[in-house]
């Protein structure tokens, strides 16, 4: 383990990977910090980069209203997370390397928020997690299990903006339809 992270403060002057040199702010989270849902994408992007917050661009905010849509509160339902804390310069994907470099924080974000559900939005979230490298029209949907934990794997907000279809059964409708699954299973437990 090459970082010293023992608290999440430390994470804002991370240099464990090369994305220290390029990054403007180190962006770690949002929400509640004991939600029972944690949520987590890829990676900041350049509005992130800015204001140190995930998931606010026009990707957040397309997930933030689709979270209200089904009845969750962004700011307090959830924990909303990337997999890595640096912004890939030209939002390229983040290496294997960078993902394994920023993984110590991700343990300690989930050890301390320490969620009953993980919501992962986009392939790179779940091979993070699970290893698992398959479309995401076929992991969508389904229920995992990581260490004792439910994982929800969605579909990343950004490719739902490029698929913006309202129809039945379009990817908008279908992670309308996971979100629920997660909201009764919260319910269930
Ligand atoms: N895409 C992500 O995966 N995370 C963000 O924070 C923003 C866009
Ligand atoms: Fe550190 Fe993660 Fe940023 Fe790399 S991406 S410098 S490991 S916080």
Known sequence: M???CSSLESCRSCTACPLSETRDQVVIARGQPKAR??????????REDATGQPFVGRSGQALDRLLKEVGFDPESDLYI???VK??????????????LAC???LDLQLDQVNPDVIVLAGATAVDAI???????TGLRGQWQTWQGRDVMPIFHPSYLLRNP???EGAPLDLT???LYTVGRRLCER
Not at 37 to 46: D, F, H, R, T
Not at 87 to 98: D, I, L, Q, T
Not at 130 to 136: D, E, H, S, T, V
């Open 2 to 4: 090459t970082n010293s």
């Open 37 to 46: 849902v944690m949520l987590i994408g890829e990676a900041p992007g350049a």
């Open 81 to 83: 997370c990337n997999a």
């Open 86 to 99: 640096c912004r890939p310069p030209g939002n390229r994907r983040p290496k294997r390397s960078e993902l």
């Open 103 to 105: 993984r110590p924080w």
């Open 130 to 136: 699970l290893g698992l490298k398959q479309a995401m």
């Open 165 to 167: 279809s309202q129809a």
């Open 176 to 178: 309308r339809r996971d």
